[in-house]
């Protein structure tokens, strides 16, 4: 260590970020996909600041956890990644309701994460006590979970009924987007 970073609490060499978008863009390319992995990007982003403050906001919470399929082998924390359960159909559920979503069917770092805390995916419960706490309004009626299965490429030429509907219907004024 030279004297310039000591005392700094610097991360030793080995504690670097993980290039997962690089490693993304390896991935597809050992696969045979040709060119490089293009990430969307837009010059516009369809966000807009709140009209009101949070405590007075409706929020909506869409995931892209799958719900639970007995019968198509392990899904639960740590279990190796099972394509059988991906899903290609928004998911709805009453927010007010338990619901069992899991995320076997995406690809994750799974040696240095434990998937062990539901609330890392899907934050229903921990949205609930937002609410009782005063720091959100309420919750929308319906929690959504958006299937993995759509592609920034194929997505603007294919209609795809995503959770913005279902956000709409029920008066959202934000929702908490969870991408796995």
Known sequence: MSGSEH???FAPEHDQPIPYLQRIRDYY???GYGAPYRWAHYAEVPFAPLERPLGEC???LVTTAAPYQPGKDEQGPGAAYNAATKFYTVYSGNSVAH???RIAHVGYDRTHTTAEDSNTWFPLRELRRAG???AIHELT??????P???SHRGSPEQPFPGPSGCLREDKADA????AV
């Open 175 to 178: 929702a908490v987007l969870v």
């Open 99 to 101: 619901h069992d979503l």
């Open 58 to 60: 409706r929020i909506g």
């Open 7 to 9: 005392g700094f609490g």
């Open 29 to 31: 390319q050992a696969l």
């Open 132 to 134: 009782a706490a005063g």
């Open 148 to 150: 993995t299965t759509r």
């Open 141 to 146: 009626r319906r929690s959504d979970a958006a």
